[in-house]
């Protein structure tokens, strides 16, 4: 997924891992996606776009904390590695939410948040489908 395909892009059940709590986060994960672009189309003012950010990486922090447990659960082999990227992807977030503070216009707000959406959105579209495939794999 690129360009603005994340803007577009909604949850599928083909997503779901088959964990209750994960796919309640992923799902919500989406809809705040959805959420934070109509946010910015309605030119909303930036401390409100500042406060869902803030809400958004509490939340983030949380859901990559219960995926990791899920992991260490199904014993996923490729565990370091996911940990791995959800600590770049914390990090990037870290960051836009500082370029966010920093911001003087809503473009910048827009740039900045469009391109870490994206990258989270592609995750889970990639990276925990390979958990997935993973579980059905093993399921059998």
């Not at 996911?82 to 990090?91: I, Y």
């Not at 370029?99 to 990276?127: F, K, N, P, R, S």
């Amino acid at each position: 997924m690129s360009g603005n395909a994340l803007w577009q892009y909604g949850w599928r059940d083909e997503f779901a891992l088959g964990d209750a709590l994960v796919d309640s986060q992923h799902r919500a994960f989406f809809d705040e996606a959805a959420g934070l672009r109509s946010a910015l189309a309605a030119l909303e003012p930036k401390d409100q776009i500042v406060a869902y950010c803030a809400t958004f990486m509490a939340n983030l922090r949380v859901h990559f904390a219960d995926e990791e447990k899920l992991m260490a659960r199904l014993d996923y082999p490729d565990i370091r590695a996911h940990r791995l990227e959800h600590s770049r992807l914390l990090a990037r977030t870290d960051e836009v939410v500082a370029e966010i503070h920093a911001a003087t216009c809503l473009i910048d707000c827009l740039l900045g948040t469009h391109a870490l959406m994206e990258a989270l959105v592609e995750h889970v579209t990639d990276q925990d489908m390979r958990i997935k495939t993973f579980i059905v794999d093993h399921a059998a």
